[in-house]
């Protein structure tokens, strides 16, 4: 079983691009469409860039949260929801070497990740793609899925997440507004 | 910066092959050498199988487990360190899909996999590469170096880390013993 997501930027696709703005770091070329593909013999011909990564296993979240995440959480591809945003991120080498009760103090104890996310259940839909372990320019990719009346709720999210300390260990971040 | 390091059995390589065992599942073709290679353009012709994998984060590690493993542990390539061994294994669905907390239960509270490693060291060395998810038959590839005086130290390490209740979640290992 593979579980792997290609993201093409370029000139196809079924999202069209409404806007590419560097967060922290170095920006991703221009592109007025991305195509999201789980076919890795797929072909991206003339694309402007590629990001792939894998769905795996839960590295910070208890099964109190989990039970909770697996409840709330809707599905991708809701009818409704026809805006998107794709957010490539990378944490600095420091993040890395901590230990994991030190990461996860960070993420969760001080910065609330798991519990801001919960918030914008089930309006903002989320998908966790790691790409770190394959040599990518970036170590994770986050896509959203959202209805048009949910993109105030979509930015307050993505605001407060990076207001916290966590977030002094990202050190690259872009983020891709979608629409379909 | 790529950590893949590919093991490849079968007519060449710098480690002879002792022995290739089943302790659960199926084994691996039969092959005399093995190659470790760091370079993933290698070709490893006819090679009669491949497994790569990947160093990464520390995944359930606490600090102070990390600052005693980083003081204790010995470099890879020791002058003395002509043995070594090759463990892929795979775990269950069942144990990707328990939660960080619990599997950091199973595998440290419960099974003392951390502290248990400890104790072998500094003359069992070891190092561990990830490859779940790429895809790959294995989860996980366990490299162990050490001298001929350490090898009844290493079966017994390895005897009593299959004997905890982290080793019911395994369902797939092989056990490559291996000269230089």
Known sequence: VTRLTTFSGGDFGNWEVESIEAVAGAS???????????DAETAHVGAAWLLR???????Y????EQT????EQPQLGRPEATRAALIPIRKTEEWWELAQDERREILADRSKHVSIGLEYLPGVAR?????????EPFDFLTW????PSQAAAFSELVARLRDTPEWGYVEREVEIRLVR
């Open 28 to 38: 991703l070329p221009d592109a007025s469409w991305l195509a999201v593909s789980e």
């Open 53 to 59: 990564g894998v769905t795996s296993n839960q590295r």
């Open 61 to 64: 979240t208890t099964r109190e």
């Open 68 to 71: 909770i995440l697996l409840a």
């Open 127 to 135: 998908r966790l793609y790691h790409c770190r372990d394959f040599g």
């Open 144 to 147: 959203f899925e959202y209805a």
